[in-house]
């Protein structure tokens, strides 16, 4: 069974642009979230979703978006790039919303802003 | 609200020794709790996750941790540190209650195993 996919893994952009990243969850998954890691912060959420609708929002500015299409896969966008927004973004999958639910993650993205 | 707080962002142990990652987590509903471990540029991997099942939780790699409701704790256990156990851990976890409750993770801890 496949695990969570996401692409592309490493990706280098210049302040102001944008970006999409996109993540395939394990097959059978309804719900994926997303998180933000760096070194300094550590882990933050970014937002959940389940059947293509955003379930819960961490607390991040609005230049950070997210969808997910009807096959549960599910992208998030960053406009207006900033330095601070390099990070590993981690995308993660699990049977739905419930509590006590296995989340598995994928290998993250690489962002690094220029 | 719920919190995770791991004590230690840095451990080091001896190849052999006991391993105590700690984790005191503050919910206010019955919680579900999780230890992940990520190691040098991969994602997170599940080691256990305490459901209310049982209080002593057996996972992956010979690790364990115990739910103490009374001390608000989950902290994890190995008996024997092995050099492949080097690697980052985060404590996190979920209000039980209905709803969408989002996962909140600690802010990790990395562990040295020296030879």
């Known amino acids: 069974k496949a695990g969570v996919t996401q692409t592309p893994r490493y990706l280098i952009k210049t302040r102001g642009q944008q970006v999409t990243l996109s993540c395939s969850p394990i097959s059978g998954h309804r719900s994926v979230s997303w998180y933000q890691q760096t070194p300094g912060q550590g882990l933050q959420f970014l937002f959940e979703y389940f059947s293509e609708t955003q379930r819960n929002k961490g607390n991040f500015p609005g230049r950070f978006s997210g969808r997910q299409f009807s096959n549960s896969r599910s992208e998030m966008n960053v406009s207006t790039l900033e330095l601070g927004d390099s990070a590993l973004y981690l995308c993660?999958?699990?049977?739905?919303?419930?509590?006590?639910?296995?989340?598995?993650f994928g290998e993250g993205s690489w962002l690094t802003v220029v | 609200a719920q919190s995770v707080t791991q004590l230690g962002s840095h451990v080091s142990v001896s190849e052999g020794a006991l391993v105590l990652l700690r984790c005191n987590y503050s919910?206010?509903?019955?919680?579900?709790l999780f230890w992940y471990v990520q190691y040098p540029n991969q994602g997170l991997q599940l080691l256990l996750k305490?459901?209310?099942?049982?209080?002593l939780v057996k996972g992956i790699n010979g690790f364990e941790a115990e739910f103490k409701k009374s001390e608000t704790s989950f902290h994890l256990t190995k008996p024997s540190a092995h050099m492949s156990d080097a690697a980052e851990y985060f404590c996190a976890v979920r209000g039980g209650s209905g709803g969408y409750q989002k996962v909140t993770f600690g802010t990790g801890t990395k562990l040295q195993v020296i030879p």
């Open positions: 993660a999958s699990s049977l739905d919303t419930g509590p006590g639910n296995t989340i598995y």
């Open positions: 305490y459901t209310s099942a049982a209080t």
């Open positions: 919910s206010s509903v019955p919680p579900y």
